[in-house]
């Protein structure tokens, strides 16, 4: 069975221009998370899906991120302007209602 | 008070011993709560999920819950150079705005040393 699959897995962008994550989840999997993750720290939510709708995106930085997940299965992370602090990793995860999330590979975002 | 908090570390210990983590949740009614592990450079995996108090082992790993404390902890057996990394301590919340909600801890490192 295939994972969580995210890509691209790296990306380097100047600051001011956008960026957009894309996130395949785990076939049947409900809930999709995505989350970012500075260096020496642990995942921060930013969005969280249940099917299509997003029941949790009080932690999204609404003007310059949007997300979308269409269906109830990929979902889009864009970021539009990046800034030199969105430098991060993303993660995105799925899981079947309230059991165990699996992790994609990550994106790792470096705005110079 | 933050909503996971896992003991700062970095805990360091010799191969073969136990190394113990622990973390503490603000959710009373919490129901679901797990440990991933994180190699450097690589995205957290899951070595463990445990839902009712007590302790659950799998392998050389043990996950204990104390609800009426909000306490967990994860107990690694004969510790090996391989588990060095860091763990991430993981709750989903169960009361008000942090329903459905699955929120990490900062983390701890371990370092498993020859």
């Known amino acids: 069975e295939a994972g969580v699959v995210q890509s691209p897995r790296y990306k380097i962008i100047e600051k001011k221009q956008p960026v957009a994550f894309w996130c395949n989840p785990i076939?049947?999997?409900?809930?999709l998370y995505w989350y970012r993750q500075n260096l020496g720290q642990g995942p921060e939510l930013l969005i969280r899906?249940?099917?299509?709708?997003?029941?949790?995106d009080s932690q999204l930085p609404k003007d310059r991120f949007s997300a979308e997940r269409l269906k109830g299965v990929d979902s889009t992370l864009k970021i539009q302007p990046a800034e030199l602090g969105d430098s991060a990793v993303y993660l995105c995860?799925?899981?079947?209602?309230?059991?165990?999330?699996?992790f994609g590979q990550g994106t790792r975002l470096t705005v110079v | 008070q933050k909503e996971v908090e896992q003991n700062s570390g970095p805990l360091s210990v010799p191969e073969g011993a136990i190394a113990s983590l622990n973390c503490t949740y603000s959710?009373?009614?919490?129901?679901?709560f797990f440990w991933y592990r994180q190699y450097s450079g690589k995205s957290p995996e899951l070595i463990m999920s445990i839902y009712s108090n007590g302790d659950k082992e799998d392998g050389r790993f043990t996950a204990q819950l104390n609800k009426a404390s909000q306490y967990v902890s994860l107990l690694i057996r004969d510790s090996q150079p391989s588990d060095s990394a860091t763990y991430l301590c993981?709750?989903?919340?169960?009361?008000?705005?942090?329903?459905?909600?699955?929120?990490f801890g900062q983390g701890t490192i371990l370092t498993v040393h020859p």
């Open positions: 993981a709750v989903i919340g169960a009361g008000g705005t942090s329903y459905g909600k699955l929120t």
């Open positions: 076939s049947g999997h409900n809930t």
């Open positions: 995860a799925s899981s079947l209602d309230f059991a165990e999330a699996f």
């Open positions: 899906y249940e099917n299509e709708e997003a029941v949790d």
């Open positions: 959710d009373r009614v919490s129901q679901s």
